[in-house]
């Protein structure tokens, strides 16, 4: 049902669009994926960086303040935030004995440490394996980092974190950009190929258009061939169908229109030779040239109808004009040519009687008659 309320032209723009579409879209959703999947390794990468930072701050920095090595985790995690900033996007802070202690210096898209659930499962984190954190900001990527110094028996903890989500707005942004110009791109592919869809089945409709205008009355429209391509081979081969079906037809004319000229010779002379025979024979003579009669009126009846279809759908329809008049029917005493049938039946057994004023005529031409309003002979 769809392919015949929707035209053509619809459903090939339509199938332009859905490609175009398509096209468009798995590229923007491809490189979507690929820009997370890479801001996920650069992420982990950033925090493994961090990390390696602290183990080579630990073997080779002083504290400032006695210039001996540092004594303490808690004094090693501050001096190694007061020295390493984050970089964007990104925050550190440290855990002592379960408690967040120390920062890095930088706004932060969240203050993770001062969330005792976050705290309580850094300090609960046993390897420094790199996992993931829901937050008010997004989706967050964590490492957990313990530092243990000879003497300090505290449980000192440096957490990394990095908001993935904060680093994916550039990204999202550049998506929303691509799938705007694809939009925009689907608009304009759009009109674009339903101008040229309407020009490529132009002679399409031409044809269909040319194929309503024809009649078997009229058969010599024909379509305009340009060019070599397949819709000049159709149109071309459409004249060529025409082309048969008006010599079929223009055959079927001629053909119907000589066999009733024919027949009409052979009637027509019986006709006379009957009319030249005495009325005043016997009785039997007049019964069978009563019934002659009739049924030679019955045949040039068949006749006038071959005729008549061989010229009702003509472009100028001729005036039948039989011959001879019918004779009238009065002449003998009101009977047909089934009751002359009849009593030539009872006489001889030869004849089978027909129903009383039934006469033959083909249903072809009938209808004619009554399409054309012309009148029976």
């Known amino acids: 049902m769809i392919g015949r309320t929707v035209s053509a032209r619809s459903r090939i723009v339509g199938w332009m669009l859905l490609l175009l579409g398509a096209a468009l879209a798995v590229p923007t959703f491809g490189i979507t994926i690929v820009w997370q999947a890479e801001l996920d390794r650069q992420v982990d990468a950033r925090l493994l960086s961090e990390a390696d930072k602290l183990r080579t701050f630990a073997r080779t920095s002083r504290d400032p303040y006695t210039g001996e090595r540092f004594t303490t985790g808690a004094a ?157 081979a159709l149109a071309e081969t459409f004249n060529h169908m025409l082309d048969r079906l008006s010599g079929a037809f223009t055959a ?24 030249l025979m005495d009325e005043d024979a016997g009785s039997r003579h007049r019964q069978t040239r009563a019934l002659l009669f009739d049924e030679l009126d019955r045949m040039r009846r068949i006749v006038d109808d071959l005729l008549l279809l061989a010229r009702a759908d003509a472009p100028r329809l001729p005036h039948p004009r039989p011959d001879q008049p019918d004779r009238p029917r009065g002449r003998r005493g009101g009977q047909g040519a089934g009751a002359g049938a009849a009593a030539l039946g009872r006489g001889r057994g030869r004849r089978r009687p027909c129903a009383p004023g039934r006469t033959a005529s083909h249903p072809g031409a009938d209808a004619a008659r009554g399409q054309r309003g012309q009148p029976h002979w």
């Open 252 to 275: 079927q004319r001629r053909f119907l229109d000589e066999v009733a000229h024919e027949l009409r010779t052979p009637i027509t002379v019986l006709r006379g030779h009957l009319e």
């Open 76 to 232: 090693l995690l501050t001096a190694f935030m007061a020295v390493h900033r984050p970089e964007h996007n990104s925050a550190f802070f440290s855990v002592v004995d379960g408690r967040a202690d120390r920062r890095s210096p930088g706004p932060a898209p969240a203050r993770l440490d001062r969330d005792p659930t976050v705290v309580a499962l850094m300090a609960r984190t046993a390897d420094t394996r790199i996992r993931w954190l829901d937050s008010p900001a997004g989706k967050v990527r964590y490492g957990v980092v313990p530092v243990q110094m000879a003497g300090d028996h505290a449980d000192t903890r440096l957490v990394l974190l990095s908001f993935r989500d904060q680093e994916l707005r550039q990204e999202r942004h550049m998506a929303r950009l691509l799938l705007a110009s694809g939009c925009f791109a689907l608009v304009v592919a759009g009109l674009a190929s339903w101008l040229v869809a309407g020009r490529v089945l132009a002679p399409i409709r031409l044809v269909r258009q040319t194929a309503e205008r024809i009649s078997e009355t009229d058969l010599s429209q024909r379509l305009p061939v340009r060019g070599s391509d397949d819709v000049a």
